[in-house]
């Protein structure tokens, strides 16, 4: 009797449960826009570095590529608000000025108002942009919806989980921007919705840095706290590679098993 092939993760063999196919298994590419991503954008307005948020961006790039080619199902999001401001609480906008610049969201930049949907800086950054309906070619690779968010989980006030079921989704690959922040938030609520999650550490943008150490902080505050009790918001691995290469062998061993 043949096993189900699994991705070797922590603190896990991923998924927990059955196999890895496309008709099961998804790519979240979360907030990899220029407000977080560009100079000028809405982070670097809060007085974040930028090399963090794009250190990602080729091991997202080495994903794309991969899960493009094999046609799985890939997802990207967008944090942003309506113009008229209808979907920001009074708290989170005096939230979002907190900063040294006391610009928020809403308030003008060198990318149009930060965070807000059809501007400049909400949008996808070039590199990892989504294929749109528009953009196939014959016999190419999309489409890849593209999900608005007001929020910070993928999941709140969102069509993101009904799509996912629609397709018979239940193993998410999760990368993007930030994990204290959206992807963290995700990947908590996605494991709520049934979903299991593996969480590709290279491909994470960090907002907090540890000074004394000039690092990311990559500590039980990172990535690593997916597996604590035995995994219970998901699994984890170091590197986008390990994911593509694990997955040439799962589609290998799938083979095997069918012939």
Known sequence: MHMPPKIKADPYDWPMVGDILPSNTALIVIDMQNDFCSPGGYLEHQGYPLEPMRAPIPHISTLLNYFRSNR?????????????LSTLSPRELLRSRNNPSGLGIGDEGPLGRLLIRGEKGQDIIPELYPITQSSLSEGGFGPEPVLDKPGKSA???????????????RNLVVC???????????????ME???????????????????????????MGGVEAVGVEGGIFGAWVAKATQVVEALEGVADETQKILL
């Not at 550490?201 to 960090?206: E, M, Q």
């Open 155 to 169: 999941f709140v006030h969102t069509e993101l989980d009904l799509m996912l079921r629609v397709k018979g989704i």
């Open 176 to 190: 993007g921007v930030t994990w204290e922040v959206c992807v963290g938030s995700t990947v908590r609520e996605a």
């Open 72 to 84: 799985y199902p890939i997802f990207h999001t967008r944090e942003g608000h309506r113009p008229d």
């Open 193 to 219: 919705r049934g979903y299991d999650c593996l969480v590709v550490k290279d491909a994470i943008g960090y907002s907090e840095v540890t000074a004394k150490e000039g690092e990311q902080n990559r500590g």
